[in-house]
């Protein structure tokens, strides 16, 4: 199972110059990749080709780009020309975010999420793979061909927890990115639905990219009640919420991996027998404390160790 991280989006006019600092820590701590989620700070492809343009040997991803907002052909010039500028190493997620975001904030239709990402694949796959699309479908239209250069493939992981988003994962793209999923449901859930479909669609088998939060703390009371302050929203979200109910958590908080070194090794390595292919830590540490010094020890020797792969 391969280490990475979730970058911070850190706010401030330096904000870039400071995750890029960050995949440089990352990098030099051997991870083997390092994440941005894309909300409403810094733009995630954007961020991603500049400061994956300055820091060499590690994989960058997106964690994940909602898609209603952005046209697939728009998507794929994007994503195109940020592995152009990382030298290949661009993995992009994509997710359908939520109703609140997508209907209540932007005015989009959040109806027949599953069929509009269905859609959505249809004409960006192709694109990423150089090749012109005509999908005339019920939520999207593109007939359109690109010429932005190419370096490869640019791998596309879909945040799909649900069965249906996870059959659509696997038969189409090269795996999900999961977030608040515990290891009972990444095991019993996740990825028999996903390599099913894979399989019976005869695609590799797929990516399972596993993000949680993570603490390595003296503190478990003091993390655990942090834990739920920082990430009380994904308790609330209809999709976080499911998947915090199939785990049996009251909420964020247990399933944030929290504990003292041998306490989060386990926890990891539960994550690694459920079949996840990665385990991507979301420190949550207060910056400069003794906690985020701990975390970052602690992923640099994991991602030395065995469970590294």
């Known amino acids: 199972m391969r280490i990475g991280i979730i970058l911070p989006d850190p706010g401030g006019t330096d904000a870039l110059a400071r995750v890029r600092d960050a995949l440089a820590q990352a990098a030099d701590d051997g991870l083997a990749s390092a994440w941005m989620s894309n909300i409403f700070g810094l ?20 964690a994940v780009v909602p898609t209603y907002p952005r046209h697939p052909v728009a998507l794929a010039q994007q994503a195109l020309t940020a592995a152009l500028a990382t030298g290949g190493r ?43 699309v005509d999908v005339k479908g019920e939520t999207l239209r593109a007939a359109a061909g690109l ?3 190419r370096l490869g493939r640019v791998p596309v992981l879909v945040a799909a927890l649900g069965p249906a988003m996870l059959r659509l994962a696997g038969a189409l793209a090269d795996g999900t ?11 019993d859930h996740t990825v028999p639905t996903i390599r099913a479909a894979a399989e019976q669609a005869g695609r590799p088998a797929p990516r399972v990219v ?42 964020p908080a247990d399933v944030a991996v929290i504990g003292d070194e041998q306490t989060v090794a386990a926890r990891v390595a539960e994550v690694a027998a459920a079949g996840a292919t990665d385990f991507v830590a979301a420190p949550f540490a207060p910056e400069g404390s003794e906690d985020e010094r701990r975390t970052r020890a602690f992923l640099r020797d994991l991602a030395g160790s065995g469970i590294a792969g």
């Open 147 to 149: 010429s932005t250069p």
């Open 90 to 132: 661009l993995t992009l997620g994509i997710g359908l975010s939520h109703r609140l975001v997508i209907e209540d904030m932007f005015g989009y239709s959040f109806d027949r999420p599953v069929r509009h990402l269905s859609e959505y694949l249809s004409a960006l796959l192709p694109l990423l793979d150089g090749k012109p």
């Open 43 to 62: 733009d995630a492809l954007t961020a991603l080709a500049v400061v994956g343009s300055q820091v060499p040997r590690i994989e960058v991803g997106t």
């Open 177 to 187: 990115a999961l977030w608040m999923t515990g290891p009972a449901t990444i095991r």
């Open 210 to 251: 596993a993000a949680l939060p993570v603490r390595v703390t003296g503190d478990v009371e003091g993390a655990h009640a942090a834990a739920n302050k920082i990430f009380a929203i994904y308790g609330q979200l209809p999709s976080y919420r499911a998947m915090l109910d199939r785990e049996g958590a009251a909420g």
